[in-house]
């Protein structure tokens, strides 16, 4: 797959505010600062679509990206930043929950996690949450370029453990920095659009 066209469309808290034009939607989550923006953008080849924030909580919203005029990217917000209130923590999650709950349009959720470090209890959550509602989903570990082959190799087998996945379960590594990644993760793009399209 190749992207030739992205464009932001809106930024949403509450349902009415979705699109509603029934286009197909990937949704990309993860922790506060484990360089989604980044990812979004390399994917996009687009170095400013997403604004990437030196302050690690500053997406509170479901922002609609429209790829190629054909389908969305929507970025959720990140969660699991230690310096905000109980309450905000707790607007995020529901801001994200709403947005899984019975989503016709998603086909599938990235779930990013850092690779160098074990997947946090956050983490486990919004896995057990992406199971339960159902949706077909994809864990990226970001940043590779951070570990040596072999750390890496020993943090992406701590990940399969701490998130319990299966065999059949897909994990990808990503790297922003050297575009590492890109060529899969967009592969695994297209197959999931084409299989909705049937």
Sequence with gaps: ????QAEFITSAVVRTQYPEDG???IAFVGRSNVGKSSLINTLTNRRKLVKVSGTPGKTRLVNFFLINNEFYFVDLPGYGYAKVSKTEKESWGKV???YLVQREQLKKIVLLVDCRHKPSADDITMYKWIKYYNYDTIVVATKIDKLTRTELQK???LIKDTLELKDNDQLLTFSSLK????EELLEVIQETLDKSAR
Excluded at 1 to 4: F, N, P, R, S, V
Excluded at 179 to 182: D, F, L
């Design 1 to 4: 797959m190749e992207i030739k």
């Design 23 to 25: 286009r197909a939607e």
């Design 96 to 98: 994200i929950e709403t």
């Design 155 to 157: 943090n992406l087998r």
């Design 179 to 182: 575009k590492q990644g890109k």
